[in-house]
């Protein structure tokens, strides 16, 4: 059975507003740096409303189920970009000598087979009650069960890493 016009819409909506989110909060940054304060201020704040529509139409769609569903909507997510999306891209860059695409999608491409893993392990111990800490590499996206001396994709060193 097809889903409805409705939850197409939805659909739509939800990708169109995340992408918003990522768009603000990227304008946000450039502001920052370029010291415009009250901007970035205003890009933080849109961003975090464009992520509030976002959630309450995936929401209403219906897309969110258990959290077994979820941790396995996730290993088939970044399963997905590690094995199928990412690789043509990378090739597609370095065709095109475009040595900053090839970087970032070889970043995500390594960090996604990583959080497929994490998050095996997680549908795994689902039922685990001992509280997990993750570290995440704010320049390439690795995630990491502890802090590392560097990390293992891009280098940066574990003391840049962000604490979950």
């Avoid at 088939?76 to 970087?103: D, L, S, W």
């Avoid at 998050?119 to 800490?133: G, P, Q, R, S």
């Amino acid at each position: 059975m097809s889903e409805s016009k409705t939850i197409k819409n939805l659909m739509d909506a939800f990708a169109g507003e995340s992408q918003a989110n990522r768009k603000y909060t990227a304008y946000a940054k450039k502001a920052e740096a370029e010291g415009k304060t009250n901007a970035a201020k205003l890009f933080r704040a849109a961003a975090d409303a464009e992520t509030i529509h976002a959630l309450r139409h995936f929401e209403v769609a219906g897309k969110v189920g258990t959290t077994a569903e979820n941790l396995q909507d996730g290993i088939n997510g970044e399963t997905y970009e590690f094995e199928t999306m990412y690789p043509p891209f990378v090739e597609q860059a370095e065709a095109e000598g475009n040595k900053a695409a090839v970087q970032t999608f070889t970043y995500a491409m390594k960090a996604e087979k990583v959080h497929a893993k994490l998050y095996k392990e997680a549908l795994e111990n689902i039922d685990e009650t001992e509280e997990v800490t993750y570290y995440l590499c704010p320049v390439c996206g690795n995630i990491e069960k502890g802090i590392p001396d560097k990390c293992s994709i891009c280098g940066v060193p574990g003391s840049k890493f962000i604490k979950y």
